[in-house]
Nanobody, 115 residues
Framework: QVQLVESGGGLVQPGGTLTLSCAVS????????LGWYRQAPGKQRELVAS???????NYASSVEGRFTISRNNAENTVFLQMNSLQPDDTAVYYC?????????WGQGTQVTVSS
């Protein structure tokens, strides 16, 4: 069974930087896309960033220019570098891997942006 394990969340001040990691238990080329969603209290889960097999990436408009998604194919790991973090970025961040319409999710990692 595929497992995704996130790490790197925590508490950071506004304007700060965090990098999330998602370790995938199998070859990431098995998936059509990988990426990150987030869910803030009282809000719906939203797509933050995704990356597909050819390396193309897409971002939510709210994070474009601040967040960067990347992957290490040799280590089957996906990263989300988050710069210029703001309080509105506070949420639980979930890594996902998709094959066609089937999603596999990580357990989530909390990111809190506060002074």
């Amino acid at each position: 069974q595929v497992q995704l394990v996130e790490s790197g969340g925590g508490l950071v001040q506004p304007g700060g930087t965090l990098t999330l990691s998602c370790a995938v238990s199998i070859n990431i080329f098995e998936f059509n896309a990988l990426g990150w969603y987030r869910q803030a209290p009282g809000k719906q889960r939203e797509l933050v960033a995704s990356i597909v097999v050819d390396g193309s990436a897409n971002y939510a408009s709210s994070v474009e220019g601040r967040f960067t998604i990347s992957r290490n194919n040799a280590e089957n790991t996906v990263f989300l570098q988050m710069n210029s973090l703001q309080p509105d970025d506070t949420a639980v961040y979930y890594c996902y891997a998709r094959v066609l319409r089937r999603y596999t999710w990580g357990q989530g990692t909390q990111v809190t942006v506060s002074s």
